[in-house]
């Protein structure tokens, strides 16, 4: 099965909102309400941000939103940070595997 | 808090069998409702889902392994293991253990901070 789809890249300047997309098909994203975010930084590992598409765990800003059209699902940053800039992959559970991951997406705080 | 910590081999020759524990500190892997998981990252690349076990022996893996891994639970050691057997070059990467608070629903809230494993003569 493939990879759920995110853009490359995404860029804002600090105070600015940025979405990022990530779209699946109907066995996984648009199929389940089972969406998760997580944020990279280099050389660590991923951090849990958002659960069941627009959850947040306990810690998480809530500058970090999550929502779900269809098939594609969204993360928005509002307030962006300095500290924001790192690789954030989207998640969903499918029936096929348990669990898929994005092919991840760098964001670039200007 | 639950920490989690990732052991074994940084180094496996191709067709041997890759091996990694994951120890569990903090809190029991026993506890209800959690899935314990490993996920792998290759070098400059994305996130790959490898499977997860819960606590009474329930085991789900990804497809894409095509059987080559095993995933156990040792509940006396509070810790679950990860083999791959027959690797190859293309098994290299940082393997992460986590726990899926979700049920195996996607929500690895606690992680490792990750091993990397090379697959080399």
């Known amino acids: 099965q493939s990879a759920l789809t995110q853009p490359a890249s995404v860029s804002g300047s600090p105070g600015q909102s940025i979405t990022i997309s990530c779209t699946g098909t109907?066995?996984?994203?648009?199929?389940?309400?089972?969406v998760s975010w997580y944020q990279q930084h280099p050389g660590k590992a991923p951090k849990l941000m958002i659960y069941?598409?627009?959850n947040r765990p306990s810690g998480v800003s809530d500058r970090f939103s999550g929502s779900k059209s269809g098939n594609t699902a969204s993360l928005t940053i509002s307030g962006l940070q300095a500290e924001d800039e790192a690789d954030y992959y989207c998640?969903?559970?499918?029936?096929?595997?348990?669990?898929?991951f994005g092919g991840g997406t760098k964001l670039t705080v200007l | 808090q639950v920490q989690l910590q990732e052991s074994g081999p940084g180094l496996v020759k191709p067709s041997q069998t890759l091996s990694l524990t994951c120890t569990v500190s903090?809190?029991?892997?026993?506890?209800?409702?959690?899935?314990w998981t490993w996920i792998r990252q290759h070098p400059g690349k994305g996130l790959e889902w490898i499977g997860y076990?819960?606590?009474?022996?329930?085991?789900f893996y990804n497809p894409s392994l095509k059987s080559r891994a095993t995933i156990s639970v040792d509940t006396s050691k509070n810790q679950f293991s990860l083999k791959v057997s027959s690797v190859t070059a293309a098994d290299t990467a940082v393997y992460y253990c986590?726990?899926?608070?979700?049920?195996?629903?996607?929500?690895?809230?606690?992680w490792g901070q990750g091993t990397t494993v090379t697959v080399s003569s």
């Open positions: 986590a726990r899926d608070f979700k049920g195996g629903y996607c929500g690895m809230d606690v």
């Open positions: 903090g809190g029991s892997i026993s506890s209800s409702g959690y899935y």
């Open positions: 076990i819960h606590y009474t022996g329930t085991t």
């Open positions: 109907s066995s996984d994203i648009g199929g389940y309400n089972y």
């Open positions: 069941d598409v627009n």
């Open positions: 998640s969903s559970y499918t029936y096929i595997t348990t669990g898929i």
